[in-house]
């Protein structure tokens, strides 16, 4: 096994330096990178490593607060270009999956099964979605695409804040943008937009403490799945860096599809707010959508304290 190096409480694997790979290209690290299990991190034997972290202080895992409240980072060019591809690969995301939950959900009533067989299809193909978008992000932003995820690393100290405000910024811009371009070609009125999987509630058959308590409690289950098998640097060795989407994938797929079967007037759970925010926003009707940002602010809030007293980065 390879020597380890500490920093405070935290251990690193240095088999890299993480800022250049042995092909030649270079990837700026990121500690809250939700594919690549860790590969991207800088590893304080690299002779770059306090000019690195002066400048990303998340390129290194568990940062001190001080480090991740620092609004320097505002200023930092390459941190805004991350975010820009957080905002496209959002949109262009919601725009994909707004376009099948929607015609998913009116296959409701076409079959003796009710919502299983959509619910089926619908969480099959964000298992694949999902992957496949935090493959071609992970690298360059980190592949979050979902202020969830970003949250979650936050509070878990893997980025900092302005990574974190500048990340939601765009990924909320993403999709709106990328739900009304769905409305532009669809061409359908706002009031036929409604009722998409994972946004919609039907207020009287559902409460709001209902699908609170449904977000909250499957944003739990999959960001615990995210960290163990996307953050988890010790599953590089497990599974490798490549695995790590497929399975982020296919925990979002269950959580979707047990919550879209199980109760008359609750869709499923949203999981990822933005991906509401934008549809919801091109039907106009923004009823109950507190739900999807406070049920996974909990989760987040919740796994961070978890991920403080029991951090990951120490054996």
Known sequence: MAATAKTGDVEHVPHHSHEQHDSGFVSRPFAGRIGGNQQFTISPEDAQFDKITAEVPDAVANLSWKSSLDLRGFRDIELWKQAIIEGVGTSL????????????????TETSLGPIVPAALGSMANTVLIA???????????????????????????????????????????????????RASLGRPPAELRGVPGCYIDTSLTTAGQAYAFETMTASALIFVAFGVGLDPRQRDVFGPALSPILVGFALGICTFSTGIVKKGYSG??????????????????????????GDLT?????????????????
């Open 93 to 108: 995301q919601i725009y994909i999956s707004g376009l099948y939950s929607l015609g998913l959900f009116s296959a409701l």
């Open 269 to 294: 759970s949203s999981l990822n707010p933005a991906r509401c925010l934008g549809l919801m926003a091109a039907s106009e009707n923004l009823e109950y959508h507190y739900i999807h940002w406070f």
């Open 132 to 182: 496949l978008f935090i493959y071609a992000g992970g690298p360059v932003s980190g592949g979050h695409f979902n202020p969830f995820i970003t949250m979650s690393t936050f509070f878990a100290r893997l980025s900092t804040l302005p990574r974190t405000i500048l990340y939601i910024l765009f990924q909320c811009t993403g999709s709106v943008i990328g739900g009304f371009m769905m």
């Open 299 to 315: 989760a987040a809030i919740l796994n961070g304290l978890l991920y403080r007293c029991i951090p990951i980065y120490k054996e």
